[in-house]
């Protein structure tokens, strides 16, 4: 059984850097296929793909935020961490990790319950 | 990017009504189409994979159609525990893109 969870702060001020923490269990970054990505809603609204890492460190970022993302997996502790840097109120939103189910196409099966981010100072 | 336009945004159903979501993709995505459910507060649950497939443990009231760029979400009877929004997702063409979903209410 795959499960996923994401943890992090739920409060970070405008220009400050986040850094969100997925932990998972009943699937490893060490496995050939397995890969983990972020996908993040604003309240009310749609859901937005962020990040992806695959378990042999290939990594693929949205076009339009890659300049700001950062992610990095720790296989011995099957965690998956994203960093957001120059955080502004627009992405206040819940920021979802989810498993991917297919390599090389983002579609992604199991996800976490989410975290709340609120982008205030 | 693909955009992915979800119709209609909102609906109004009762338990035991058949429903239907249509989701239009601006280029062809062949049959890389993934729907979701939503409840508040809760994660997004995956429904159906390769527009049609339907994920292990989904109940076969959920069925989807299409391929290219019209796709097709049917609830065959409505059930109290599916009230919910609706999302439909691309993933033939990089980025990964959602539609705006489709809320289903009482």
């Known amino acids: 059984q795959i499960t996923l969870k994401e943890s992090g702060p739920t409060l970070v001020k405008p220009t400050q850097t986040l850094t969100l923490t997925c932990t998972f269990s009943?699937?490893?970054?060490?496995?050939?296929?397995?890969?983990v990505g972020w996908i993040r809603q604003p309240p009310g609204k749609a859901l937005e793909w962020l990040a992806l890492i695959y378990w042999d460190d290939d990594k693929r970022y949205s076009p339009s935020l890659k300049s700001r993302l950062s992610i990095t997996k720790d296989t011995s502790k099957n965690q998956v961490v994203l960093t957001m840097t120059n955080m502004d109120p627009a992405d206040t939103g819940t920021y979802f990790c989810a498993h991917n189910a297919i390599v090389g196409y983002y579609y992604f099966d199991y996800w976490g319950q989410g975290t709340l981010v609120t982008v205030s100072s | 990017d693909v955009q992915m336009t979800q119709s209609p945004s909102s609906l109004s159903a009762s338990v035991g009504d058949r429903v239907t979501i249509t989701c239009r993709a601006s280029?062809?995505?062949?049959?890389?189409l993934a729907w979701f459910q939503q409840k508040p507060g809760k994660a997004p649950k995956s429904l159906i994979y390769?527009?049609?497939n339907l994920q292990s443990g989904v109940p076969s009231n959920f069925s989807g159609s299409g391929s290219g760029t019209d796709f097709t979400l049917t609830i065959s009877s409505l059930q109290p525990e599916d009230f919910a929004t609706y999302y439909c997702q691309q993933y033939k063409n990089f980025p990964p893109t959602f539609g705006g979903g489709t809320r289903v209410e009482i």
């Open positions: 280029q062809g995505v062949m049959n890389y």
């Open positions: 390769a527009a049609s």
């Open positions: 009943g699937l490893s970054l060490s496995t050939s296929g397995v890969g």
